[in-house]
């Protein structure tokens, strides 16, 4: 019963601030709305049994590729006149604030004395979307798929560094007033 | 009627649960935070040769309750400039990673206080059996606040300082995150509680010294703490990215940056110092202390060993000057990133020679 009321809170969250995500006229504000729906869908996660992969949706798209978003948005700086006035927004805030204190007392409550069990019949066992368990489906059937993921983030890195990499111009010699020259 | 309602173990349970609740965040907000500015201040006295703060209370104890009141009743100032939206909501971005990470610490091995509770519950607010990955989670999070605060301000200083932190921050997490690494290979766990008991035997400091090495800087570099405390240089950039915040929104950055300070140094406990146990091979149970009657005594002490820590990171800043930028990148890039890779090679070399031993 409780995890059916919370999978619905959840699952209108998550499509509200999806919606809010496109409908904003303003990216930084749009941004900030994908990770608040990325709460959400870790808390999804969190109902079907599997702890580890919500924390790490927060961890990969909340905590490193969406800075990134944000980054370019606010070093972009567009001009305010191109994306019309500044309305009020303050309730947005207010929402965000909730979204994550409410987010908070669903750990809470996962972690309290009343355990929140994952519905009836959906999991295949206790263990299903535990570390153990993820882990070692990764590394046993999944494994060329895993270490094929692997080596393609690798890839991409040292293509990064190939890209980003500028031959340094040959030293010339400088100095400073209050060193000797050589003769 | 009552006394069959108090004794029911489920109201035992969920009053246990809404204690430990309100017991450790007020600890952390309305203890550790005020005692550690006053002990900032006065260990920053003490290094430079003068008094610090001692007229409110003994010992001047009372003044950062002093200065909290004073922010919370000071006019709110708001520049006109800015993005108010952002504005508003920075300060609360920073408080609100800060509790969270707090909530997953556990203080003291699964105990029944005593005999009081029906089954032996954790002193933790939150039991998550991630609670590692999540507060690596959690903690990258608190970059936002810092980004949000200073392009909402306005202001070169804070635009100039939040960049340098989010810059910093973001690296040094991956430093921070690939010393964890070998943390979790030599516990065997990403459950905090369950890391903590993996030490009864040996500290992970002494297989893990090097991760320990790179672990201990990059948690300065994550708090902005000196010797990295570029993005608040303030001979250079005001106090960069709150330099436009006055009153309580700038009391809730910096009630932030204590908190944060007191869950790193626990995780560093956590992860190297063996949580709660008393000496490096010296169990509690080997020294025959009961735990179930003396169920305090683990988490006194672990609290003892969280205030040398962060006595450690006073002494730290007022005895180190500040790195310069291209030195802060290049330590944590060039550095701290290949030692923690190298680690995690010597760390699993070390684990397979001792399983096969």
């Known amino acids: 019963m409780l995890q059916q009321s919370l999978f619905i809170i959840m699952a209108a969250l998550v499509l509200l601030t999806a919606g809010l995500v496109a409908f904003r006229p303003r990216p930084i504000e749009s941004a900030m709305w994908l990770i608040l729906n990325f709460f959400f869908t870790a808390g999804l996660y969190v109902l079907l049994g599997s702890h580890f992969v919500a924390v790490i949706q927060i961890l990969v798209y909340a905590g490193a590729i969406m800075v990134l978003f944000v980054f370019v948005i606010l070093l972009l700086n567009l001009d305010p006149k191109e994306l019309g006035d500044e309305t009020s927004l303050h309730w947005s805030s207010v929402v965000m604030f909730v979204g994550m204190l409410s987010f908070l007392l669903l750990i809470l409550h996962v972690a309290g004395p009343q355990t929140l069990e994952p519905m009836e019949g959906l999991l295949p066992d206790s263990k299903f979307g535990s570390v153990e368990a993820l882990a070692q489906k990764l590394l046993t059937d999944y494994v060329w798929g895993f270490e094929l993921a692997g080596v393609i983030l690798l890839l991409a890195i040292v293509g990064v560094g190939m890209l980003a990499y500028r031959k340094p111009k040959p030293k010339t010699p400088k100095f400073l007033d209050h060193q000797e020259r050589p003769v | ?357």
């Open chain 2, 1 to 357: 009627m009552v006394e069959t309602f108090l004794s029911n173990p489920d109201f035992i349970k969920w009053a246990f649960f809404a204690g430990k609740i309100l017991l450790l965040f007020g600890l952390a907000f309305g203890v550790v935070a005020p005692v550690m500015i006053w002990v900032e201040r006065r260990v920053a006295g003490l290094i430079q040769d003068r008094y610090g703060p001692n007229r409110v209370g003994p010992f001047g104890l009372l003044q950062s309750l002093a200065d909290g009141i004073k922010l919370l009743l000071k006019e709110d100032l708001r520049p006109t400039e800015i993005r108010p939206v952002f504005y508003l909501l920075a300060p609360i971005l920073s408080v609100i990673p800060a509790a969270m990470a707090f909530a997953v610490i556990p203080f003291g091995p699964p105990t029944t206080l005593g005999g009081l509770l029906p089954t032996p519950m954790r002193l933790q607010i939150a039991e998550l059996n991630v609670g590692l990955v999540y507060v690596l989670a959690i903690s990258s999070l608190s970059v936002y606040a810092i980004a949000l605060a200073g392009w909402a301000s306005n202001n070169k200083f804070s635009v100039l300082g939040s960049l340098r932190a989010s810059a910093q921050m973001i690296s040094y997490e991956l430093a921070a995150g690939l010393a964890i690494v070998s943390v979790i290979l030599l516990s065997g766990s990403v459950d905090l509680m369950a890391i903590a008991q993996s030490q009864t035997e040996m500290w992970n400091i002494f297989p893990g010294f090097l991760a320990f090495l790179v672990f201990l800087p990059a948690i300065f570099a994550e708090t902005n703490r000196t010797p990295f405390d570029l993005p608040e240089a303030e001979a250079e950039l005001v106090v960069g990215y709150h330099t436009e915040y006055s009153g309580i929104k700038f009391g809730l950055f910096f009630l932030a940056e204590y908190v944060n300070m007191a869950t790193v140094s626990a995780l560093c406990i956590l992860f190297f110092f063996g949580g709660w146990e008393f000496l490096p091979w010296l169990s509690w149970e080997k020294i025959g202390v009961d735990l179930n009657t003396f169920w305090f005594i683990p988490t006194i002490w672990f609290f003892t060993k969280i205030a040398a820590f962060l006595f450690f990171f006073v002494w730290v800043r007022w005895t180190l000057p500040r790195f310069r930028y291209d030195q802060l990148m290049s330590i944590g890039w060039k550095t701290l990133i290949p030692i923690a890779l190298l680690n995690i090679l010597i760390t699993t070399t070390y684990l397979v020679f001792e399983k096969a031993s």
